[in-house]
């Protein structure tokens, strides 16, 4: 009996020095994040990284003390002094981790701090914002099909889920314009307590876009540029800092290779993963280059993410934008037959077959593929539908480098000075 009275005891205790630990925990990160004026929280999902840089860079313009955290394919922490450093993990992240980059970051100047949305489970998404960031200005930039086993399967459950970061009594920022979902998203914010701000890409003209990357989205940049008004920066002021911020290490690139009069240029689509998005980049991207340049899908697939590289699949069989589909990655053949199924009249696919490890022969195939597969100077390889794979690192390694990266903005104002 005394044996039983003590183990109750000793578990007792133990359960009290938990409560205990997380109640002083939450005191200290309530009492820390309550002394930050400004707090964005930025959810979405694509583009959510590249519009926290852009919002944290116009604050920052604008004289307000901002910290910045993106939580893309490389997760980085932005200091007030606009510097940034990767995150580095002992394990998997969880949304603990924007407790502790606080803890240890913040400092008693901190005017402002734009975190990106780390959560996908709604439950997670609502605690991050509700628990976690008490935002007071929320941002969800578009609603697309990602992630459909956390976040639903339709647009409008997507978007459900994604409202779980909606701020209490606060504004909710979108960039999102499918009326159907922009009615969700302005519910989901009044039902608590919010008011939605929907912003337009037609306020950002052409004369604005210029000195940004070919790939800059007016979409992104109107939405984070009405945050920046809201904060009171110049328009002005918050244009320039965007168009001079870094971009996020997993965003879209486009490099230039050229050999012999053969120029090809590879646009970096593997982290884009619904289909939507893929094909807006790629008619950015081919509308950019212009008429005289074909365009070859390049399909890396993953045989854990099946339902998605299908879907690229049957995307790439109806679309007419490509020439020819090569094929590299993991499941290949489920791949080459969804092709052929989804349309008798899809471009001709080339099986890229074993890569080497040595980047300068994947280039000089590459360059050979292209030159056997049409007689246009210029090519356009467009690689898409998943990302981490050992193809995609090899080809990655390739075609990607610092000379042949295009960076766009003023010094290169004709895209043919870009290598």
């Known amino acids: ?30 009492r820390r994040i309550s002394r930050v004026p400004i707090r964005i929280h930025v959810n979405g999902t694509r583009g959510k990284s590249t519009i926290v840089r852009y919002i944290a860079a116009s604050l920052r313009a604008g004289g307000i003390e901002t910290l910045a955290k993106t939580t893309g394919s490389a997760t980085m922490l932005i200091d007030e002094e606009g510097e940034e450093r990767p995150i580095h993990r002992n394990g998997a992240p969880t949304i603990i981790e924007q407790i502790e980059i606080l803890a240890r970051e913040q400092r008693p100047s901190t005017e402002a701090v734009v975190f990106e949305c780390m959560a996908l489970n709604t439950g ?73 701000i929907a912003s337009t890409a037609e306020t950002i003209t052409d004369a604005d876009m210029k000195g940004f990357h070919p790939l800059a989205f007016k979409e992104n940049i109107a939405l984070a540029l009405e945050v920046a008004l809201a904060h009171g920066v110049d328009r002005e002021v918050a244009l320039e800092a965007m168009r001079n911020t870094a971009r996020d290490p997993g965003a879209s690139e486009i490099h230039r290779h050229e050999r012999d009069g053969q120029v090809i240029w590879w646009a970096n689509f593997f982290g884009v993963n619904d289909v939507a998005s893929a094909d807006i980049n790629i008619e950015k991207t081919a509308d950019w280059l212009g008429a005289n340049t074909e365009t070859i899908f390049l399909l890396n697939g993953r045989s854990d993410r099946q339902d998605r590289t299908l879907d690229f699949g049957r995307y790439a069989a109806e679309s007419d934008r490509a020439v020819d589909i090569l094929l590299a990655g993991e499941a290949r053949e489920p791949l080459h037959r969804t092709i052929e199924q989804a349309s008798e009249d899809h471009p001709k696919v080339i099986d890229f077959g074993v890569l080497s490890d040595d980047p300068e022969a994947i280039l000089d195939e590459v360059f050979d593929l292209a030159r056997s597969l049409n007689n246009k100077a210029e090519i356009l390889i467009a690689g898409m539908a998943n990302i981490h794979t050992e193809d995609a690192k090899r080809l990655m390694a390739a075609l990607e480098s610092p000379q042949s990266e295009y960076r766009g903005g003023s010094a290169h104002t004709d895209r043919k000075d870009a290598a």
Do not use: C
Request: aromatic share 8%.
């Open 1 to 30: 009996m005394m044996e039983e009275w003590t183990l109750f005891a000793l578990a007792t205790a133990a359960s009290f020095s938990v409560i205990l630990y997380w109640s002083v925990q939450t005191f200290l990160h309530n």
């Open 124 to 196: 997670y998404q609502w605690v991050s914002e509700h628990r976690i960031m008490q935002s007071t200005t929320g941002v969800i930039g578009n609603v697309r099909h990602d992630h459909v086993e956390q976040l639903g399967e339709t647009l409008p459950e997507i978007a459900r889920s994604l409202s779980n970061s909606a701020p209490r009594g606060k504004p909710l920022f979108t960039a999102e314009t499918n009326p159907e979902i922009v009615e969700i998203l302005k519910e989901e914010s009044e039902a608590v307590g919010g008011e939605l």
